[in-house]
């Protein structure tokens, strides 16, 4: 490709909506044109790294024994309804109507679809298992598109599903799966960690999450992870051994159940301070709002609750923190001295934390103004569940070893769905004796543009991109210093005749323009090779140029070549 051909305009400037890195990139770089909000043109230079992230993903989901087919965009309503999640899936789903006034929706993901699609074929357990994928666009409303790639409205994801008679055969197309993954993540050169987590609007029972780590404010889940054994989950799944399992307030004087005064001190640090105490002796109750219904949780002092458990133990679909108004409402008290006490379980569903279990003589509100209560031990028997964010600094609840936390960029995820689609929606296949069962699903999804953003926020510097050379939109960019010069020109034609011959993608920056302008672009798009024929060329000498390590060799033309084919032909 000739430069002054290829369609792409750099700017000198970062865009200034752009927070993330790799947005910032892809804009300035002339990869990607905004169209509206979380909407993109893919430019000719991301169609081509797209198209390498495809090409692998096809290569290793074919060898995995998958098959691809392309299911539609646009959906009926009618399938979404049988499945349930019509309902549920909220404003994410875009819903329109056709002309004839039928309700449809643009696919957000593809279960449903696939399913309808399967049960009319496979009908026998003969037939199974199979491993259907497509790659194709998706459309979410997202709450908060943001992040240019890495969370758009409207993006690509390679999405496959998974048919089976047995729970064995299902788990064993997981494991397959998730090797294919690293694989895939692999040879687009990015490291992956793969984490427990949860299953969220999907569903199913176990999944797990293909997390790129990185330290930015991109990567938006937070994960903790075990170096001394496998151990790692989403936060919004993990779990951990505490740092004190069973606290006693007894230690701080209080052995005795009494009622203090309490008078303005509302938080758990202005009552640890008030009564001398630490937080792990107080028992803290936190009013919640789910679905319109109020949820007190109670838990640890020092310890948060993580909504998304809660949202899954309550089994709602939205869920936001009560306010002071609706803690009289439903407590009679306000916040600051709430507690289980006393409250009426017909109207408040209460839950107790893990945390909460190991405590003794603990203090808690006393649904009074003003007023907690110091020595209290549990007089009935509850249950206890996981509600609680994870601190670092706890401990592996596998080997007991610190939990370290990092920041995660999901590129990829596999859940084990089971039945959750095929049995609402009455997809069956027959077994041994000729009994209708519904098919045991699995399901299995990587972000193919979030998979390109995350390799920018990895691989980059402050010149511009430096893309891994498997998914890089070219190899080698060829840059004549003065166009002008027709040895030099002549010289650098020669290469790219050379090395398009070999199928080496190389790019020839024929421009009028500047050598300076030339190098900065080439550093900006971040081609992973270049090649300078400038001056030196009179001793016989280009220079090649290695993006990512700034190495900088001086060879012939001809071992420039040689130089390529060993980097890009292996
Ligand atoms: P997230 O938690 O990031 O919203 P998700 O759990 O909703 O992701 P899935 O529905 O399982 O994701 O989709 C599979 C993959 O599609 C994700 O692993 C991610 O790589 C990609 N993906 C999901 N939502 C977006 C988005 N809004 N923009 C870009 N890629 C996305
Ligand atoms: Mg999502």
Redesign the pocket.
């Known amino acids: 490709m000739k430069m002054s051909k290829l369609f792409v305009q750099t700017l000198r400037e970062f865009p200034n909506d752009a927070e993330a890195i790799s947005h910032k990139l892809l804009v300035r770089a002339g990869y990607i044109k905004k169209l509206t909000s979380g909407i993109y043109s893919y430019l000719p230079l991301m169609q081509r790294v797209l198209t390498k992230i495809n090409k692998i993903v096809r290569e290793e989901m074919n060898a995995a024994g998958a098959q691809e087919l392309l299911m539609p965009f646009v959906q009926p309503a009618e399938l979404w309804l049988k499945s349930g999640r019509w309902e549920v899936y909220g404003k994410e789903l875009a819903r329109l109507n056709d002309r004839h006034g039928n309700q449809m929706c643009l696919a957000p ?1 593809h279960e449903e679809v696939v399913t309808s699609v399967a049960s009319g074929i496979l009908s026998s357990y003969k037939q199974l298992p199979v491993n259907l994928y497509h790659i194709q666009t998706k459309f ?1 409303d ?1 709450i908060r ?1 943001r992040f240019g ?5 409207e ?1 690509i ?1 390679k ?1 496959a599903y998974s048919f089976h008679s047995s729970q064995e055969s299902l788990e064993e197309e997981y494991e397959n799966m998730a090797r294919a993954y690293t694989r895939i993540f692999k040879r687009c050169g990015l490291e992956t960690k793969m984490v427990q987590s949860d299953s ?3 569903g199913g029972n176990v999944s797990h ?1 293909f997390m790129v780590l990185t330290s930015t404010q991109s990567g ?1 889940d937070d994960v903790f992870y075990c170096e001394n054994c496998d151990y790692a989950a989403n936060s919004n799944h993990a779990i951990s051994k505490l740092q004190k399992e069973f606290t006693d307030g007894a230690e701080f004087g209080y052995g005795e159940e009494k009622i203090l005064d309490t008078p303005n001190v509302k938080t758990i640090d202005e009552l640890a301070k008030f009564l001398k105490i630490e937080p792990y002796c107080i028992l803290k109750a936190v009013l919640y709002i789910a679905d319109s219904k109020p949820v007190l949780v109670m838990i640890r002092g020092d310890k948060e609750v993580e909504e998304t458990k809660l949202l899954n133990i309550v089994n709602a679909l939205e869920i936001r923190s009560a306010t002071n108004e609706e803690a009289i409402e439903y407590l009679g008290c306000e916040v600051g001295y709430l507690s289980y006490l006393n409250v009426d379980r017909n109207k408040v569903k209460v839950i107790f934390d893990n945390s909460a279990k190991g405590m003794k003589n603990f203090v808690l509100g006393a649904n009074e103004p003003h007023k907690h209560i110091v020595g209290y031990n549990f007089k009935e028997e509850n249950e206890f569940c996981d509600v609680s964010l994870v601190k670092e600094g706890e401990y592996c609840p596998c080997c007991g070893s610190p939990l370290k936390i990092t920041r995660g960029i ?4 596999i859940f084990q769905l089971g039945t959750k689609y095929s049995k609402p929606m009455g997809a069956t296949y027959t077994d041994e004796k000729g009994k209708d069962k519904p098919f045991i699903m699995g399901c299995y ?3 193919i ?3 390109a953003a995350a390799a920018i926020e990895k691989y980059h510097d402050d010149f511009g991109i430096v893309w891994p050379k498997e998914i890089a939109p070219y190899h080698v960019d060829i840059v004549p210093v003065n166009a002008d010069d027709s040895e030099q020109m002549d010289v650098a034609l020669k290469l790219y005749n050379a090395l398009n011959s070999l199928g080496i993608e190389t790019v020839l920056d024929d421009r009028a323009d500047r050598a300076g302008v030339k190098f900065k672009d080439s550093e900006l798009i971040g081609f992973p090779y270049r090649i300078t024929v400038g001056k030196t060329i009179k001793e016989g000498f280009v220079e090649f140029k290695h993006r990512k390590s700034g190495e900088v060799e001086k060879l012939t033309p001809g071992e420039a070549v040689e130089r390529c084919k060993q980097l890009l032909l292996n």
């Open positions: 993901t979410r997202e598109p790639l890495l969370r758009g409205r993006f994801m999405d969220g609007a999907i999450e938006e999901e590129v990829g995820n999804g990587i972000g543009t979030r998979t």
